[in-house]
């Protein structure tokens, strides 16, 4: 995140942006003529909420509010030499369920290995994507939930034999006392 840069690191980008090119205290020269230069920031992340969406006017009104942050809290000098801004909207429920279906393909990749198929019901995909969902960090929290829903679970019943002649694994959810639960049965 570029906001929590110290004041030196901005002095050095200007030069690389400005420049295209590096100088070090030894008078070594490095090129970035060939580079690009990627910064995430988290400007304008609490502006999220007001009234925004996907629609036209209300992804304009979220850019021009970031745009007035992001002159708050970077120098002209340092804006003028970005060549572009681009402002990612919160994931989705589809957003996430795609994520999950894409991190589920290398569990049945792994299960695959082992002649084994894996059935994920539509039902636990979505508890997946509601439990891997953090609104702070997003998506991130999800690699560690499928893990330790599903992957955790198969490999313990792996271990115990469990799954020893078993063509197929089968994943359900059910809800009990507002807590998840997954159920793991053979096909």
């Known amino acids: 995140e570029i906001e929590k840069a110290h004041a030196d690191v901005y002095n050095i980008l200007l030069q690389i942006l400005d420049d295209g090119r590096l100088?070090?205290?030894?008078?070594?020269?490095?090129s970035f003529e060939n580079a690009i230069i990627v910064m995430t920031s988290n400007a304008g992340t609490t502006l999220?909420?007001?009234?925004?969406?996907?629609?036209?006017?209300?992804?304009?009104?979220?850019?021009?509010?970031?745009?007035?942050?992001?002159?708050?809290?970077?120098?002209?000098?340092?804006?003028?030499?970005?060549?572009?801004?681009?402002?990612?909207?919160?994931?989705?429920?589809?957003?996430?369920?795609?994520?999950?279906?894409?991190?589920?393909k290398d569990v049945e990749a792994k299960l695959a290995v082992e002649n084994i198929r894996l059935v994920v019901t539509d039902a636990a995909r979505d508890a997946l994507a509601e439990l891997g969902y953090d609104p702070k960090y997003g998506a991130r929290p999800l690699r560690k939930v499928i893990v330790r829903k599903i992957e955790d679970e198969l490999a313990d019943k792996m271990l115990a034999g469990e799954l020893k002649g078993v063509i197929g694994i089968s994943v359900d959810v059910a809800k009990e006392d507002g807590e998840y639960r997954f159920i793991f049965d053979t096909l």
Do not use: W
Not at 23 to 30: L, Y
């Open 48 to 104: 999220k909420g007001h009234g925004i969406g996907f629609s036209g006017n209300s992804r304009i009104a979220m850019e021009d509010r970031i745009d007035t942050v992001m002159k708050q809290l970077f120098r002209p000098e340092f804006l003028n030499r970005v060549d572009e801004i681009i402002v990612f909207t919160e994931l989705n429920r589809e957003e996430l369920r795609q994520i999950v279906d894409l991190m589920l």
């Open 23 to 30: 100088t070090d205290s030894h008078g070594r020269v490095v």
